[in-house]
């Protein structure tokens, strides 16, 4: 059971750069049940079916933003019911690193280049079968890179919140357990994301120089690029070609 089933929320609402303290008060005082959970970036509210986010200034999203939040978990969890049943099928794939640098590449010949794969982790996440179509067109736009790359880190995991009970904190926390397959999404898509690194370095063979994360570095020749357009082109990617008084775009 989600936490929004758990405790029957059926109002969900944002407020910006608004204080959670005074409300709190009110509800200590009146002596109600309430949660409280509270992130360098934002406060959590839930009492009486009502769960409301306070955002703080200097949050790295935009509250207009948190619908992200909202529809990848919920996609997550349809696919997720979806495994459970075997209708649709979910295989890890092989772990790899998050970097790899080929240690026996010559760098004595030619110069290096790099090709950057945009919006890798939601890409593959679409492919996945983890978020629908048209989460992943809503959301496709480089503005909302930061919000949707959280809102995949985040599925699935444990959260924790402060428990009121008549207006008094209890010892321990509430803890809202995340679901397992759920949890290994976001694990999946790092993974595989890895996988296509790992397999374009096989194919450059001797000219691949390293890989970070969803960029791949090699020796700069007009048939390694086309080698690297042609297989991000069949799987589904979209690229640039990287230059080096640029710093990379992550993910």
């Not at 075997?86 to 790899?100: I, L, R, S």
């Not at 010559?106 to 629908?132: C, F, P, R």
């Not at 067109?137 to 949707?148: G, I, L, M, P």
Request: charged letters at 30%; aromatic letters at 14%.
């Amino acid at each position: 059971m989600s936490k929004r089933d758990d405790l029957k929320v059926v109002d969900r609402q944002a407020k910006i750069r608004h204080s959670h303290v005074a409300l709190v008060n009110k509800l200590m005082m009146n002596k109600r049940n309430f949660l409280v959970r509270e992130t360098p970036f934002m406060t959590t509210l839930i009492y009486d079916g009502r769960e409301i986010l306070y955002t703080k200034k200097e949050m790295i999203f935009p509250a207009s933003q948190l619908w992200i939040f909202r529809n990848v978990n919920s996609d997550a969890k349809k696919f997720a019911e979806k495994v459970e049943r075997g209708e649709a099928e979910f295989v890890m794939p092989e772990k790899h690193p998050t970097n790899y640098t080929n240690l026996e590449y010559d760098d004595s010949n030619g110069i290096i280049t790099g090709t950057d794969v945009n919006s890798a982790y939601w890409t593959i996440a679409y492919q996945l079968g983890i978020i629908s179509e048209s989460t992943y067109n809503k959301a496709s736009d480089a503005f909302y890179k930061v919000t949707r790359l959280a809102a995949l880190a985040i599925l699935g995991r444990t959260t924790a919140y402060k428990e009121y009970k008549d207006g008094k904190m209890m010892k321990e926390p509430k803890l809202f357990v995340g679901n397992k397959i759920i949890k290994d999404f976001y694990r999946a898509i790092r993974y595989k994301c890895y996988q296509h690194m790992q397999d374009m370095g096989a194919m450059l063979g001797d000219d691949f120089e390293a890989y970070r994360t969803d960029c791949i570095y090699y020796r700069d020749t007009e048939e390694n690029r086309q080698k690297c357009y042609d297989y991000l082109d069949k799987h589904g990617f979209a690229y640039k070609q990287l230059v080096f008084d640029e710093p990379p775009e992550i993910l």
